[in-house]
């Protein structure tokens, strides 16, 4: 990590140095790391933004300021920050920042001429305002994060698509937009990564997504385009057809050069298969999501509120990811629901004396196993002459509603247990399903109880 460290800092200085690059979105990163300051910012435009600095615990409301030249309040051990994005006075998305002191306001910064990219990626990218560990905001020389930061170095961005998105089953949602700004009559082509994540957190079952990228009047446009991944003086592609939208690696996945062991539910990438329009201004998928179980296990994409439980081991590591061990369902088809552990152990049930210790408390909690309701998302942005432009330029996601069919309550939301990690309650369980999922094989009294419904915290760490 130090090594890592070193190489981010000479990165960072030549970039914070250099005037000779024009990027074609706005980014202030010369000014070098500023307390209480963004860095990297005015590239995202705020003004459907509200962008707040929230307690952990009660995080649905402002308790600081952001300023329009990115300055912010003093923050501490405990805060995070949101920025709500609107439509029509409608918040419809929810970008959730990193708590302090991994992350800052307002969440999102725009990285120009990042030349220590690899494997034919953009020089720039979008992506969430972390620092890097061992130059956390709190220590004496903090160190912003970029596009070529560290594996698992929270450089992903995560936006949470919310209840107000909702318009029909079976349909397209509302479209949320970021807005960026762009350098005034720049006219050199650009490639930017969007790194980021859509969070279902609408409150019914999903079954895809769209997005698009718009200019200054909300266009489509020759000079803006997206891509899935041809890489820069390079030929062959930056990910493969499993990598552009698909669950957590951590979930789901193989062992590979990153991930020393298989994803707990599955040894195979569960994922949407993304396409480009014609024009390649938009990319698009709707159906079942392929590759590993995930469909077999939960049905399409969930919502928050069904997400299962699980029990995790806290590592004791504020930059790390806890463990986790079991989880609440029926992955044999038995009809009854439990504790068991992951594919790679069978799906073997835990012994009482493993139930009993990891359901005690301590280092041992049960918790919403978040990731499994979060698409990661990995795509381009071309940006052509500005002046063909205009001065922003819009990328649109939509969500898409899964038929009534598929809004069913899963069987093991109606019986797992309550959570003991501390954190915010998802949403009533059975609020607004439909009929029952083929998958679920459940009567109709099952359904029933499912209006029931849980209390269920949801946990702030995750798989990435």
Same mark, same amino acid.
């Given at each position: ?243 552009? @939208? ?6 789901? /996945?193989?062992? #590979? %050069? ?5 994803? +707990?539910?599955? &040894? ?91 359901? @005690? ?6 918790? /919403?196993?978040? #990731? %499994? ?5 990995? +795509?381009?942005? &071309? ?82």
């Amino acid at each position: 990590m130090k090594k890592n460290l070193i190489k981010l800092s000479l990165a960072i200085a030549a970039i914070s140095t250099s005037s000779c690059f024009a990027g074609q979105i706005i980014s202030d990163m010369g000014q070098g790391f500023t307390p209480n300051k963004q860095y990297a910012f005015g590239g995202w435009n705020l003004d459907n933004v509200d962008v707040k600095i929230v307690d952990l615990n009660d995080p649905h409301y402002n308790i600081g300021t952001f300023n329009d030249d990115g300055t912010y309040s003093a923050m501490g051990l405990g805060l995070s920050c949101e920025s709500d994005i609107s439509a029509n006075g409608t918040v419809l998305g929810r970008l959730v920042g990193k708590e302090w002191p991994i992350g800052e306001p307002a969440g999102m910064k725009i990285i120009n001429g990042d030349k220590d990219v690899k494997n034919g990626k953009p020089q720039n990218c979008i992506m969430t305002t972390t620092y890097l560990a061992g130059g956390y905001l709190n220590s004496a020389a903090p160190q912003p994060n970029i596009c070529s930061g560290p594996f698992q170095s929270h450089k992903r961005f995560k936006i949470d698509m919310l209840q107000t998105t909702y318009t029909a089953e079976g349909a397209f949602g509302k479209p949320f937009d970021m807005v960026f700004n762009l350098v005034e009559g720049d006219s050199s082509s650009q490639r930017y990564q969007i790194i980021q994540k859509i969070n279902n957190h609408t409150g019914k079952r999903l079954d895809g997504y769209k997005v698009e990228v718009l200019d200054d009047a909300k266009m489509a446009n020759m000079a803006l385009t997206l891509s899935l991944g041809y890489g820069e003086n390079s030929g062959s592609n930056i990910w493969g057809t499993d990598e552009m @939208a698909n669950m957590s690696h951590g979930l789901w /996945g193989p062992i #590979d %050069s990153h991930f020393g062991a298989e994803g +707990f539910f599955d &040894n195979k990438r569960s994922y949407y298969p993304v396409g480009l329009s014609n024009g390649n201004t938009v990319i698009s998928y709707i159906g079942p999501i392929q590759g590993g179980n995930y469909q077999q296990l939960f049905g399409n994409w969930l919502p928050s509120k069904w997400h299962p439980m699980g029990i995790f081991i806290d590592n004791v590591n504020p930059s790390g990811e806890d463990e986790l061990l079991a989880f609440w369902g029926d992955p044999l088809k038995t009809g009854v629901n439990g504790w068991h552990k992951g594919f790679s152990d069978g799906w073997v049930s835990l012994t009482e004396e493993e139930e009993a210790l990891w359901t @005690a408390g301590g280092q041992y909690y049960i918790a /919403g196993v978040e #990731d %499994s309701v979060n698409l990661g998302l990995n +795509f381009i942005v &071309n940006v052509g002459d500005n002046t063909a432009i205009g001065s922003t330029l819009t990328v649109r996601i939509t969500p898409h509603f899964a038929p009534s069919a598929e809004q069913g309550t899963p069987s093991y939301v109606n019986d797992a247990p309550d959570p003991t990690h501390e954190g915010s309650e998802r949403p009533d369980s059975s609020d607004g399903k439909g009929g029952v999922p083929a998958y679920d094989n459940i009567s109709l009294l099952v359904m029933i109880f499912g209006f029931l419904g849980i209390g269920a915290l949801i946990a702030r760490r995750k798989l990435i």
